[in-house]
Structures are given as structure tokens and as C-alpha cells.
């Protein structure tokens, strides 16, 4: 038997349970489904990422990177502190080690300001008093960064929703969709009962990640785009460096590249981790040490944008390969600003995948990327900050569906008055 929504959302990231809670919200007479195919909540980005609420430093002026940055991280502070979720804002460094960093620096200030970031230049003796263990020739100070876990962010939204009236199902991974003019049919498989499981809806929004591209394409949208797999590597530094900073330290980074290079993010659990790097995976959720899909591999191989944009950053990508598989190479990136780390301060941690969506060019999409068709949305590119920028993204497409859903509307209108 077939079960019939009006909305049905693919993922049980931070942005699909945003999204899911915020329709519920909007529409509380309607029923609102939300899919996810593990058997919990932000098992993938959203569980694997450093838990920092972003300022917005690095984005471009007026992008919606930029606009739902900000906004984000100010509904995301605002949501954590009424529903007692620790959040503290310990503030972030941006700290130049050399004259290129220095200009890089001055830039990024400039660019915080347009922002509307509160901000302040430091220079190297005011560095070193604020962080005696840090060494750099100047930094800025970002007053607004703030550390939470995004988990507990997530399932408490997952909670919301279904107080609200929503559904979430786990362990339902979507296999097939098929759009008609009045409605989407979706297939999922049920891993706990085994079998078929067959939904319909007025409105489908798909938040996958990892795997959006191939749920886009699933429902037959033609796109330009592939995700293309990060793996971001993490260590972990011994208990008695818990307090080695008082900030979030981050390098000066490329302004070309969409990572932010290595960082020491002090973590709300009280731990600091050192990390991470941006090396191509080759399995799409990868998160082991060796990890090889040869479906995922195949799929890269064939898309012309994949060899592309490593031919562009080639010497990049070689990079951090070599600092991937020697550690004296990653920690040499660490020492330039800390140089007390050594090589037995490096203990393990679990590694995270950035899903990054490369055009056929070779582009890397550094904003967030849209496809659609008459009953859908598809996220197709949600970059970091995704997890900060969850709340006002999830707004967002809301107005997206509903403003889809008012045109299909006027024009069945039209088409009876007409008929």
C-alpha cells in the first residue's frame, strides 16, 4: 500500500532535517516524510565536520554563502541556547606566518568588513599575547566563531519536527523516482523489514549530499555537475594539549581553493583536534583509512570534469597526497604557526568527506547549486558552512518550494479557465 505525503525530504543531514522542520513549521495541516537510508541521523557531514559555527569570513559579498552565514550562525547560537545545547563562543584566529599570508590577511579583513564581521587586526606582539603558544606575524581576531556538535543540533531539530507532526524514517534508502504531472512516487528499500517500501507526494526536496548528483539524476534531471569526493583527515592531540589555545587558530587560505587548510579547532567536548587536509577520495563515504568503491571510481574516471579539475591543482592535490601518507609533511603545516606539536601528538581521529559538486569544465562549485523540476528541489551543492548556514538554508528552500508550488497553481488555474 502506497503511503501519500505533500512533502517528502531525501536526507537526514543537518540541511534535510532543517528543511523538514521548518515545512512542518509552515504547514502543520500537511504531512511532511523525511528519508534518511542510515540507521541515525548525520552519520555523514553533518557528524563528520570540526562543530564550528562560522562567521562568514571567506565568502564573497552578497553571495548566499555570505548572506546565509551570517544569519546562520546567529540562528544557530539562538537555537542552541533555547534548547540547552552547549555552544561557546571562543572566537577564531586567522594567523599570517609569512609576507604572501600577510597580503592574503589584509584582504580577508577588508572582506569580513564588507561582511558586516566584527573584527579586529592583530599584530604579531598582540598575537602573542592572546595565544603564547602560536607564532605568526599578525592575525585577525573573528570575535563571532563559536564551537557546538552539530549531532545534537540535528537530532534536537529531528525532535522539533516530529512534535510538530513529522515523520522521519530511518534506514529507508531511496532506490528509485518517478515524477508524474500530479504527484512523485518514491522507492525506498527497508533494511530493517527487508522489502520495498513505496511513498508518493505533491513535493519532493532532496538534501543528499554525498549522493546528489545520483538522486537528481534518478528522478531523469539532466545536470552538468558530479560529486566529486574529499577526504578531510583529522588527528587528535593528547589530553594535556586541551588548553595549548584559547582560540580557534586557522591559516590564511588560498583564496583559489574552497578549504581552509589546517586548522586547531578546540572542540566542545573540550579536546583540540589538528585538521584537515583535502586529499580525492576514492569511495564516496569513506571514512577508514584505506578506502576504494570501485562504482564511485568509475563514475569519477568517466566524467570529464573529474580530470580536469585535478589537472588545474595538480601540484595541490599532489601535496596533500604526500602529506596524507607522511606525517612529518601534515605536520609540518601545523608547526609553522605551532611549533611545539611533534610527531607523537598526532593520534588518531575519524576522518570526514566533503562532498564537493565539480562542473564538466572542471569548475569547483564554490556556491550552493540548485536543479529542478515541476514537483522537486534537489540541493545539489551545499558547502561549508552547510552545517552553520542549516536554519536560514532550510528557510530558504522552503520559499523555493512554496513559490514553485503557488506558479503550478496559477497555471492549473489558468488552464481550467481556458479549458
Known amino acids: 500500500m502506497e503511503d501519500i505525503y505533500d512533502y517528502i525530504i531525501i536526507g537526514g543531514g543537518i540541511v534535510g532535517v532543517s528543511t523538514a522542520w521548518q515545512l512542518q513549521q509552515r504547514h502543520p495541516d500537511k504531512k511532511v516524510l523525511l528519508l534518511e537510508k542510515e540507521a541515525g541521523l548525520s552519520r555523514h557531514q553533518t557528524g563528520h565536520n570540526s562543530g564550528v559555527i562560522h562567521a562568514g569570513v571567506y565568502y564573497k559579498p552578497g553571495s548566499l554563502k555570505a548572506e546565509f552565514c551570517k544569519a546562520g550562525a546567529e540562528a544557530t547560537n539562538r537555537f542552541c541556547h533555547q534548547h540547552g545545547i552547549a555552544v ?80 522521519v524514517m530511518l534506514g529507508a534508502e531511496v532506490t528509485a523516482l518517478e515524477e508524474t504531472e500530479e504527484q512523485i512516487v518514491v522507492t525506498a528499500r527497508n533494511d530493517e523489514g527487508g522489502g520495498k517500501l513505496i511513498f508518493s507526494c505533491r513535493f519532493l526536496v532532496s538534501c543528499s549530499g554525498l549522493m546528489a548528483d545520483r538522486v537528481a539524476r534518478m528522478q531523469g534531471i539532466k545536470t552538468d555537475f558530479q560529486i566529486i569526493p574529499y577526504r578531510g583527515e583529522y588527528y587528535r592531540l593528547p589530553e594535556k594539549y586541551n588548553h595549548i589555545v584559547n582560540h580557534l587558530i586557522y591559516p590564511i587560505p588560498d583564496p583559489d581553493l574552497p578549504f581552509l587548510g589546517v586548522h586547531l579547532t578546540r572542540m566542545i567536548n573540550g579536546s583540540v583536534t589538528v585538521g584537515p587536509n583535502a586529499v580525492q577520495g576514492w569511495k564516496r563515504e569513506g571514512y577508514g583509512r584505506v578506502n576504494i568503491s570501485l562504482v564511485d571510481i568509475r563514475e569519477m574516471f568517466s566524467f570529464s570534469g573529474f580530470w580536469k579539475v585535478n589537472l588545474n591543482h595538480l601540484k595541490t592535490g599532489i601535496m596533500e597526497w604526500k602529506n596524507s601518507l607522511w606525517k612529518p609533511g601534515y605536520l609540518k603545516l601545523v608547526k609553522k604557526y605551532c611549533p611545539q606539536i611533534t610527531h607523537r601528538d598526532l593520534l588518531p581521529y575519524p576522518a570526514g568527506v566533503r562532498a564537493q559538486a565539480v562542473l564538466r569544465d572542471g569548475t569547483l562549485v564554490h556556491d550552493f547549486l540548485f536543479a529542478e523540476s515541476p514537483r522537486s528541489l534537489h540541493v545539489c551543492n551545499a558547502p561549508s558552512p552547510a552545517a552553520t548556514s542549516a536554519i536560514p538554508i532550510g528557510d530558504y528552500i522552503c520559499t523555493k518550494v512554496e513559490e514553485k508550488q503557488r506558479i503550478d497553481q496559477t497555471k492549473a488555474d489558468i488552464a481550467m479557465l481556458l479549458s
Open 88 to 167: 561557546e563562543n571562543c572566537g577564531k584566529l586567522l594567523v599570517a606566518t609569512n609576507t604572501v599570508e600577510l597580503e592574503r590577511m589584509q584582504a580577508l579583513y577588508q572582506r569580513c568588513g564588507e561582511n558586516g564581521i566584527d573584527t579586529e587586526l592583530l599584530s604579531q606582539a598582540e598575537l602573542n599575547k592572546r595565544e603564547p603558544n602560536i607564532e605568526g606575524l599578525g592575525a585577525v581576531f573573528v570575535k563571532a566563531t563559536s564551537i557546538v556538535d552539530f549531532r545534537l543540533v540535528t537530532e534536537k531539530m529531528a525532535e522539533e519536527f516530529i512534535s510538530a507532526g513529522g515523520t
